[in-house]
């Protein structure tokens, strides 16, 4: 199996929709589709389970997402050790949120600017871990959401996000202004796996424990809804499927979005990215 082949998979497996996939991967879909289609041929077996709506995880493809995922991350902290032996001018940025943020895109073009001759690496992470595989060495900086456990880390606030809540479109509760929290304290909602940062955790259950559906991506929260009726929260101002609304919240503290960094770490492509993302999310 490629690397590049499991990289499609994880796609599809995420997004749960070879459409969005294929956007995200920055390619057409029948070359996907393809791909995908070969990989189950050399697996023996359906990874996908297809409709027209979108796609399933069959039970054989849900064990080769995990597998996929650790070896994915396996050759990523390879690339960083062999990069870092061979003194190639790289820095990898692990992101965690929506790519189409206007914040990104300026701090992009701006770095890039800055730095033409550096080989800039992003690594796309999924929602279990809010510091984007910085305490496991897989990247050297992140843009990432708070809170999170802060120890042996620097953060640097960018901006703050008001927070609402995601419901079906039929739900009665959609209509509403505003709501808060202990208004929704009878329902099921969409949570994150055993292990997830508990500041994360608890900031994204809306301060407690709650019962519904696991989830680990955007994607998985959406549909966790959609197809549950299950609620969860979410930052203001992202485009959602017309079968679902947010509602926003009242009592609930916004959602910061922040760069963060290992103490200590005095690469000096790390300070310019940290300069050049405050100047790109100033207001």
């Known amino acids: 199996m490629e690397l590049r082949t499991l990289r499609y998979f994880v796609a599809v497996a995420e997004e749960l929709h ?4 294929a956007t995200r991967l920055h390619m057409s879909q029948p070359p996907l589709s393809r791909a995908i289609k070969q990989l189950e041929a050399e697996v023996g077996a359906l990874l996908f ?10 039970s054989v493809g849900t064990v ?4 996929a995922r650790a070896l994915l991350d396996h050759a990523d902290r390879v690339r960083v050790r062999v990069s870092a032996a061979a003194g190639v001018a790289t820095i990898t940025v692990g992101i965690l949120g ?6 990104v895109s300026r701090l992009a073009a701006a770095y890039h600017r800055r730095h033409p001759g550096t080989d800039i690496r992003i690594r796309d992470t999924d929602l279990t871990d809010p510091t984007c595989g910085l305490r496991a060495g897989l990247v050297d ?8 456990d802060e120890t042996a880390l620097t953060v640097r606030g960018l901006r703050a996000d008001p927070v609402g809540v995601v419901l079906r479109a039929d739900d009665p509760l959609a209509h509403r202004d505003r709501l808060r929290l202990a208004e929704l304290s ?4 969409f949570r994150f796996p055993p292990g997830t940062d508990p500041h994360w955790q608890s900031y994204w259950n809306g301060g407690r424990l709650r019962e519904g559906p696991v989830v680990r991506t955007v994607q998985e929260c ?6 549950n009726g299950t609620i969860g929260l979410a930052p203001l101002g992202h485009d959602l499927p017309a079968e679902l609304a947010v509602v926003p919240l009242a009592d609930m503290a916004p959602s910061r979005v922040v760069v963060v960094w290992n ?3 005095t690469n000096p492509l790390i300070r310019s990215f940290v300069e050049t993302a405050t100047a790109a999310y100033r207001p």
Do not use: M, N
């Open 18 to 21: 070879f459409g969005r996939a």
């Open 49 to 58: 389970a297809r409709s027209p709506t979108g796609v399933t995880l069959t």
């Open 64 to 67: 080769l997402l995990d597998e």
């Open 98 to 103: 929506d790519g189409t943020d206007p914040g």
């Open 141 to 148: 900086i992140a843009l990432t959401r708070a809170p999170f």
């Open 186 to 189: 009878d329902r099921r909602w």
């Open 222 to 227: 959406l549909h966790a809804v959609l197809w």
């Open 263 to 265: 103490d200590g770490d």
